[in-house]
């Protein structure tokens, strides 16, 4: 079975600008949740769709956003780019509170 | 809002060397995970535990619920394991998010 993917795997950006990142879930599994990991901060839970439903959400503005294809697919969007979003965003999938399996995370840099 | 602590921060070793890494929380939770965060970023999700001890290979996990504190073991340490685990708990009731991850301890296992 094949892994979690994430696309892209490096992202160079400037402020400002606007991002949008893939995440392709193992198949078969229905939830995917998006994490933003920074050396300051760690890692923090952004949100989690389940059956194109956002089911849960963390303390992030609203320019972060997501959505859920009915193929499971999901994608997560950054609008107006601060340096401070600077990270590395990894998704993973599979039932919450059950092991959840993460893909290799995209890389992101604002400039 | 649950509090998770690990230490230490920074661990070596040298091979062959028994490891264990601490994991105290501040809320009572349902069940517990350990993460193994190697430096290409990628996360692997090593146990998740409610209670008593789980064993994989040369991992162990153990919880005690009442003290609210967790520890991982690595027995016979290889340079293999040089990662950064990660412990992470669900919110406290009425919080947002599915996760809240502790910062992290590097281990470094010399040859």
């Known amino acids: 079975k094949a892994g979690v993917t994430q696309t892209p795997r490096y992202l160079i950006k400037t402020r400002g600008q606007q991002v949008t990142l893939s995440c392709s879930p193992i198949?078969?599994?229905?939830?995917v949740s998006w994490y933003q990991q920074t050396p300051g901060q760690g890692l923090q839970f952004l949100f989690e769709?389940?059956?194109?439903?956002?089911?849960n959400k963390g303390n992030f503005p609203g320019r972060f956003s997501g959505r859920q294809f009915s193929n499971s697919r999901s994608e997560m969007n950054v609008s107006t780019l601060e340096l401070g979003d600077s990270a590395l965003y990894l998704c993973a999938s599979g039932h919450y509170p059950e092991t959840q399996y993460f893909g290799p995370g995209t890389r992101l840099l604002v400039l | 809002k649950n509090e998770v602590e690990q230490s230490p921060q920074n661990l070596t070793a040298q091979e062959g060397e028994f490891i264990t890494i601490n994991c105290s929380y501040s809320v009572g939770i349902s069940a517990l995970h350990w993460l193994q965060q190697h430096p290409g970023g990628g996360i692997v999700s090593l146990f998740m535990?409610?209670?008593g001890k789980k064993k994989h290979g040369r991992l162990i996990a153990t919880i005690n619920i009442q003290e609210k504190h967790s520890s991982l073991h690595i027995t016979a340490s290889h340079p293999r394991d040089s990662a950064v685990y990660i412990c992470a708990v669900p919110p406290s009731r009425g919080s947002q998010g599915n996760l809240i991850f502790g910062k992290g301890t590097k281990l470094s296992v010399k040859p």
């Open positions: 535990l409610s209670s």
């Open positions: 198949s078969g599994h229905r939830s």
């Open positions: 769709y389940f059956s194109e439903t956002q089911r």
